[in-house]
Structure formats: structure tokens, C-alpha cells
């Protein structure tokens, strides 16, 4: 696949190689793991994330697949992801560089830019002291909708995020907090998966990843019914006889994480 540049790294990268150019950008570091390192940096006045992924060995591989787990093997998965969101109308990142070189899965060479969503604030700190005093009911109740809206949308366009939580949600901040001007978008995708239809089993992992991260929030029963007449597009009779099945799954799975992260804190 041919590198994808847009401005200013179109310019600026023009008569360069673009794995030297991506490797010699500075800034501040968020995460350097032995096969992917992110960082902010800023180019022009503006702000932008960058991922760079090394390759992570056939032994880190082998590890994943032995334990069940999929590997994360470069950018092109939250590259495909930010691409399908966008087509299915989910407000999201802005790609503005990729590129991948190398067939060796273990050691294939990869990075992803994407523009910096800024001013936010995530969803979970947005939420954070809603149980003690609960939000305006006509805010709280569109950022359900929205973040409903967000879910059912990415799931029927055959992407599943694997790190579904509320935190991954931010918030935008450059105007008040207003039902008139709010806008979500979703974040981290480097785990994401795209296909021509979602599966269930995925989908479930989701939604019970999503529920669990909004267990401390004060949610309502009202509140979880309104999240899934938006979510399924059908009427709650149906959807409380149709999916009976998964619901009280999601209550013992959220159940279940709830009581891992108080046993072990943040490392689920």
C-alpha cells in the first residue's frame, strides 16, 4: 500500500523517506512499548498523535494467540476503522498520514497520525461526579443517545472496538456543554476490527465493556432501557423479548469486570 500523506505532511515529507521523517518527530511521549511508541506532537502550530509500530517478535505473537488474545501487528487496523466510522457517520479521529512496510507480520514497520482532538474532555471524567449530583435529565439523556447512536452505527458497519469503554469517548469542550452543540467522538482504534458484518460474540464483548465502564455513573433503569431502544432501533417490547438472552449476560459479564477492577484496580 502506498503511504497516504495529507497536509501539511504531504509538503512537508514530499522528497523524504516517511519512516526516517515519522521517526525523527519529537514531543511529549505517552506510551513506548518495545514495538509501538505514541506521541503528541506539533507541526505548523497544530497539534497531532502519532503511533509507530515496530513490529512486536513471533514470540510476543505466539503469546497473544496462546492466551486467546489477537495481536495488534501495526496501524492499518485503527487506519481501516477510522475509514469505516467516518463512512457510517461516527464522529472520530482524522487520519492525516499512514503507511506500512514489510510482509513479516513480527517485524512489519507502520505508523498512523491523526489530528488532535482538542479542546475535550473524555466521557468518564465528564461523568465522574454524576452520582453525587446527577446532570440536567435532558443532557444526560442525549449523551445516552449519542453514545448509543456511536455504538450501533460502528457495530452495523462491521466494526468492533475492543477497548469499548466510556473513557474512549471524548467530549468537546470548545463550545458549552449544551444539548444544542454536542459532539462525541471516538478514540483508540489501534485495537479495532473491521469486517463485512460484526460478529456477535464481538459485539457482545463491546457492549458489556461499555456497560461496565458506566457502572459508576448513576445510571437508571430507565436510562439502560433508553441506551438500548437507540442501540437496536426497536421497540423495547421486542428488544427486552428478542435479546433476553444477551442482557443478562451483560449484567453478569459488567458484574464480573466490576469485580475484577475492585480486586485489581485498572489492569483489566
Known amino acids: 500500500m502506498n ?6 505532511f504531504a509538503s512537508l515529507w514530499a522528497q523524504q523517506d516517511v519512516f526516517v521523517a515519522v521517526e525523527a518527530l519529537d514531543g511529549e511521549v505517552f506510551r513506548e512499548l518495545e514495538g509501538r511508541r505514541t506521541l503528541r506532537t506539533e507541526v505548523a502550530g497544530r497539534g497531532y498523535f502519532v503511533k509507530i509500530h515496530r513490529g512486536i517478535g513471533w514470540g510476543e505473537i505466539i503469546k497473544n494467540l496462546l492466551s486467546a488474545k489477537l495481536p495488534v501487528l501495526g496501524a492499518r487496523n485503527e487506519y ?5 466510522l467516518q463512512q457510517a457517520g461516527v ?6 498520514a499512514f503507511a506500512e512496510r514489510g510482509r513479516n507480520p513480527a517485524r512489519q514497520h507502520s505508523f498512523i497520525i491523526t489530528e488532535e482532538l482538542a479542546p475535550t474532555i473524555s466521557l468518564e471524567d465528564y461523568c465522574m461526579g454524576w452520582m453525587q449530583q446527577p446532570p440536567a435529565f435532558a443532557l444526560k439523556k442525549l449523551l445516552l443517545e449519542r453514545v448509543a447512536d456511536m455504538a450501533g452505527k460502528m457495530h452495523r458497519a462491521g466494526v468492533n472496538h475492543r477497548d469499548f469503554y466510556i473513557c474512549h469517548f471524548l467530549l468537546h469542550t470548545d463550545q458549552p456543554v449544551e444539548t444544542g452543540s454536542l459532539k462525541l467522538s471516538l478514540i483508540d482504534l489501534h485495537r479495532a476490527q473491521t469486517r463485512e458484518r460484526t460478529p456477535l460474540r464481538w459485539r457482545n464483548k463491546d457492549l458489556a465493556a461499555l456497560y461496565f465502564s458506566a457502572l459508576d455513573i448513576g445510571l437508571t433503569r430507565h436510562d439502560k432501557l433508553r441506551f438500548l431502544q437507540v442501540y437496536f432501533q426497536q421497540p423495547l ?9 444477551l442482557l443478562g449476560w451483560l449484567e453478569k459479564k459488567a458484574e464480573k469486570l466490576y469485580e475484577r477492577k475492585q480486586r485489581y ?3 483489566l
Request: aromatic content about 4%; glycine content about 4%.
Open 80 to 84: 481501516r476503522a477510522i475509514q469505516r
Open 265 to 267: 484496580g485498572d489492569a
Open 91 to 96: 464522529d472520530t479521529m482524522t487520519a492525516v
Open 237 to 245: 417490547r421486542k428488544i427486552l423479548r428478542d435479546e433476553a438472552r
Open 3 to 8: 503511504p497516504f500523506l495529507a497536509e501539511p
